[in-house]
């Protein structure tokens, strides 16, 4: 006979799968990290966040390979058409072209341990914190490398901007804490901005002290999932990570937090223990 708990929350829950917690995404963002995974099927993108997206990835691709033809970035590489390999190279090591087209960089990624949680009548296995590296610069020293972290930014903020955003400096500082802990020297972090506007306009910022938040983001993750399988968003207003609209004008949720509605409000009028079927 099915407990209560099972009968609410089927077995397969792919929400429960830890993956889904990535460092790009930092800070961690309780409201987001809910509504993503209780709501997939009504997700939708807007013009803006897909012209963005595609936007920063064609701008990553182009730095990486001019930072490749340099030779200075390391990692690994794959040929896409006859499937060879290359790891942990320098690009100065290899030939950047095989089978008659560039290779392809494969931005590093740092895989780090979860303690496995206790879910309802369940306990979810171990999964992993998903991080993914821009770039790492070789300096020429020995097992020494540089953190790049690329962002792309609006052409007014790029004259503005006295310092990195404290969530790109979150997110960069954990890729160097992760690396030092596998043995790689990291003398510091080079956050590059980019213009979205004109990509000749940048502006760049350097990190020499690193912090490691992976403890804190667990923390959060472990008590959203006891969030959901619940429906307990009591207080869930005090873990809103933007102070205003501006913050993350683009995000899909704004109105969940800055509606004429609570977030506490919103959440328990959508979610409840009975409509939650995934």
Not at 134 to 163: R, S
Not at 203 to 216: A, E, H, I, P, V
Request: overall charge positive.
């Amino acid at each position: 006979m099915q407990t209560l708990a099972e009968k609410r929350y089927p077995v397969n829950m792919s929400w429960m799968d830890p993956r889904k917690v990535y460092a790009s995404n930092l800070p961690f963002c309780l409201v987001r990290f809910v509504q993503d995974n209780l709501l997939r099927p009504q997700q939708y993108s807007t013009f803006m966040s897909d012209y963005y997206q595609e936007q920063g990835k064609a701008v990553h691709k182009a730095v990486q390979k001019n930072m490749a033809l340099a030779g200075l970035l390391y990692g690994d590489w794959k040929c896409w058409r006859c499937r060879k390999e290359w790891r942990g190279k320098t690009s100065s090591e290899i030939s950047l072209r095989c089978c008659g087209q560039d290779i392809a960089y494969q931005e590093l990624k740092l895989i780090r341990p979860v303690v496995p949680h206790r879910l309802a009548t369940r306990v979810i296995p171990a999964g992993v914190l998903t991080m993914k590296c821009d770039g790492l610069l070789t300096t020429g020293g020995e097992n020494e490398f540089v953190v790049l972290e690329i962002k792309l930014i609006g052409d007014d903020e790029i004259t503005t901007i006295t310092e990195p955003h404290w969530s790109h400096g979150m997110q960069a500082s954990m890729y160097a804490a992760s690396f030092q802990k596998l043995g790689f020297r990291i003398p510091f972090v080079w956050i590059l901005y980019i213009s979205r506007n004109k990509h000749t306009r940048t502006k760049s910022f350097f990190l020499t002290r690193f912090f490691d938040y992976t403890d804190s983001i667990l923390q959060e993750y472990g008590e959203a999932l006891d969030r959901m399988a619940g429906c307990n968003w009591k207080g869930v207003d005090a873990h809103k990570v933007c102070a205003s609209r501006a913050d993350s004008p683009y995000c899909q949720y704004l109105s969940t937090c800055f509606g004429k509605h609570s977030v506490e409000d919103c959440f328990s009028r959508q979610f409840t223990a009975a409509e939650i079927s995934l």
